[in-house]
T-cell receptor, first 109, second 112 residues
Framework: RKEVEQDPGPFNVPEGATVAFNCTYSNSASQSFFWYRQDCRKEPKLLMSVYSSGNEDGRFTAQLNRASQYISLLIRDSKLSDSATYLCVVNTGFQKLVFGTGTRLLVSP | DAGVIQSPRHEVTEMGQEVTLRCKPISGHDYLFWYRQTMMRGLELLIYFNNNVPIDDSGMPEDRFSAKMPNASFSTLKIQPSEPRDSAVYFC??????????FGPGTRLTVL
């Protein structure tokens, strides 16, 4: 079983739609959680951290459920510029980040 | 400010040849990471350094791979001999610690 699992997609949505991605992780000792964004043929960049209490950054909301070992990302009012691959990332300790293989989002006009 | 710098950006080589990838981390960052990304396996951590010292190389696939960090501003990842299955995008990243790792643009390696 992979340490971090994501639905690869692609998720095809129209502009203005709300879309949600989910991710599960296998290591119950994982310490911290993040979403990174990767544009086509570019490097990954940190999008946001994920906290148990949930956190919001503009149109983006991230949630963590430690009991179910589940992380989510919600994007409201999708923009064309949101088209990218979203990587679920788990810190297993000692500076090591484990990346999911990503969920691809395509936002169309 | 300059971000993480990697060279070359693209490398095409033949099986059996030695390949050297280079990375300059962001000044002041004390962690440096080497990753490999493929469609099938995603982004995998190969090795990371703290203050120029290798901390965890458990992700290095085999003895053909080696990495060095002779000083705080330079690191290399070497593959010798290279094989077609090594074809991937290799990223270098640096950080001051979790959560944000800053990635370089990557080196796209093709081994024929």
């Amino acid at each position: 079983r992979k340490e971090v699992e994501q639905d690869p997609g692609p998720f095809n949505v129209p502009e203005g739609a709300t879309v949600a991605f989910n991710c599960t992780y296998s290591n119950s000792a994982s310490q911290s959680f993040f979403w990174y964004r990767q544009d086509c043929r570019k490097e990954p960049k940190l999008l946001m951290s994920v906290y148990s209490s949930g956190n919001e950054d503009g149109r983006f909301t991230a949630q963590l459920n430690r009991a179910s070992q589940y992380i989510s990302l919600l994007i409201r009012d999708s923009k064309l510029s949101d088209s990218a691959t979203y990587l679920c990332v788990v810190n297993t300790g000692f500076q090591k980040l484990v990346f999911g293989t990503g969920t691809r989002l395509l936002v169309s006009p | 400010d300059a971000g993480v710098i990697q060279s070359p950006r693209h490398e095409v080589t033949e099986m059996g040849q030695e390949v050297t990838l280079r990375c300059k981390p962001i000044s002041g960052h004390d962690y440096l990471f080497w990753y490999r990304q493929t469609m099938m396996r995603g982004l995998e951590l190969l090795i990371y350094f703290n203050n120029n010292v290798p901390i965890d190389d458990s992700g290095m696939p085999e003895d053909r791979f080696s990495a060095k960090m002779p000083n705080a501003s330079f690191s290399t990842l070497k593959i010798q001999p290279s094989e077609p299955r090594d074809s991937a995008v290799y990223f270098c990243a640096s950080s001051l610690g979790v959560p944000e790792q800053f990635f370089g643009p990557g080196t796209r390696l093709t081994v024929l």
